[in-house]
């Protein structure tokens, strides 16, 4: 039976009719919801960059079950979580019942999103003449355009500092071009 107010109607008839006589009754009975729970187990830590990837729970009553992002830097499609930074991540799993089942308490888990692992892979510099000027940007400009840089380097100093992906975004963009330092 459905949850909710049922009525059962019962008929008598009896097989000895001379006797007894047929009966009707009807009796009320309350269907209370089923109670449900849900199992969502833990969450492994992540690596930033990790592919996105599936949340996998169960109702006991069989229902589906949602999921939704309480903190951190992720993002949820349907049952599908994807990673957006590092940092510590909450997510709920509900249901919400439905005509015979109550709505389950719902279940957070929480799981840690490391930092990637920057890598910096260097080929070796060829050979140089004593005395010839080597600076990181030689190296970078090689390493991300494949080409020998085209500007000259005259002395040590370049002017202002600037940190690796301020050289990398200038250098993948193309925006020097024919640089030359000096006379």
Known sequence: LNAGTQTLN???TPTDSAHYSTVVASQSLVVSKASQTIDFGT???KIYGDAPFALLATASSGLAVSFSVVSGPATISGSTLTLTGAGTIAVRAVQAGN???LAAASVDRSFAVVKA???ITWTAPSAI???TALGAAFQIHTEITGERP???MEHAYWGPSFTSDQVKY???KGLVRDFRLGP
């Open 150 to 152: 085209d500007f000259t």
């Open 43 to 45: 969450l492994p830590d």
């Open 117 to 119: 692992t920057t890598v």
């Open 170 to 172: 200038v250098l993948e």
């Open 10 to 12: 019962v008929t008598f």
């Open 99 to 101: 005509t015979n089942y």
């Open 129 to 131: 003449v004593y005395g």
